[in-house]
């Protein structure tokens, strides 16, 4: 049976809905900006995993997508989207370099590096097929993850350039990962930190006449405030649907568009309440700092999801709370919507409660 058209209190539980107002507010809030400070939008699909929404960013302004994995690139190509990609993730191992090519032959294709050891294969079979992609040298500016230092970025561009391959210097991207749960001036200063990192970098390249047309980088905690640093397109992932994690600063828990909805299965414990959503539904992903709980009871402070088994939400009753009943409808704000997707096959997409859309989850564990 077709659930578009029915009620979201009428869906089998655990259900993930997106509010659809909700995530169009967010798309539409980015692009603005984005436009206002004349940057281009590639957001990362990461987070959502389906095509829908993909589309969605793109109608809504964005110049071209970003995916961590070659096999996300796949599912969005195989179904039919066309946009220029950016893969910002290490390929590394000879499946994921042949997959790369054939994304290539597909169309605009970018790849961040932040190593020779990775650059050098991917250039040799790009180069066999006579094929040329786009390469960002990817900087650590603080989160120490991935990328390199300015210097390192241009002893790298340098290589690249070298191996005469498939592979163009593009320019540089980052991601500030690091900076995340601050206030207004700590983010501008965090934000002055990755400029100067950014410009040492583009100032080298520069001086030795490497292209450094493209800076990208960006993440949702510091999505509205880019324009503090030279980069030139934004990659935010998670300012689709937003969640607990990232409800703060610049969001607010009004701007969160994920809700998992799920029923109440047992009020047998005392003062205790189970539902059906556990990890694999909600995914074990922690509280944010200064919070408690696997995700926010919505209108419901008084419930605290304390513990996840694998198909149980744990929950504990603040004293004096009305207990719900069994049967009752409880929904859950995700505390990261990026690994609470990843478990469900479909998003139901619902405006004012009534299930416009049904969005397979089509990249779901697409994780090569
Ligand atoms: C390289 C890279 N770019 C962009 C993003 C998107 O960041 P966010 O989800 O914080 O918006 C991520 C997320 O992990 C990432 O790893």
Known sequence: VSAQGRHVTELETPAAVVDLDRLERNLARAATYAAQH??????????????????RQLAAGASGLTVAKTSEADVLVGAGLRAPLLLHYPVVGPEKVARLVALAEHGPLTVALDSLAAAEPIAAALARRGLSVDAL??????????????????????????????LRVAGL???????????????????????AVLAAA???????????????????????????????????????????????????????????????????????????AGSKALSEAGPPPGSVGFGAVVGRDDIVVDRLSEEH?????????????????????PNHACTCVNLHEVLYGARDGSVEVVMPVAARGAIR
């Open 173 to 195: 991207s980052c991601y500030p990962g690091h900076l995340r749960g601050l206030d207004e001036d700590a983010l501008a200063a965090g934000l002055g930190d990755v400029d």
């Open 202 to 276: 583009q100032a080298l390249l520069v001086c030795a006449g490497i292209r450094c047309e493209r800076i990208s980088a960006g993440s949702t905690a510091t999505l509205l405030a880019s324009h503090r640093t030279r980069a030139t397109e934004l990659r935010p992932g998670n300012y689709a649907l937003l969640d607990r994690a990232e409800a703060r600063g610049a969001f607010s828990d009004d701007d969160c568009a994920l809700r998992v909805h799920t029923t109440v299965v047992s009020t047998s414990v005392p003062g205790r309440l189970v539902l059906d």
């Open 38 to 55: 004349a940057l281009a939008l590639h957001p990362h699909v990461k987070t959502h995993k389906t095509l829908e929404i993909a589309e």
């Open 137 to 166: 040298i990817e900087l650590d500016v603080g989160m120490r993850r991935t990328g390199v230092t300015p210097e390192g970025a241009l002893a790298l561009a340098e290589g690249i350039e070298a191996l005469g391959g498939g």
């Open 313 to 333: 939400a744990h929950a504990v009753l603040a004293p004096g709370a009305i207990p719900p009943r069994v049967g009752d409808r409880v929904e859950v704000t």
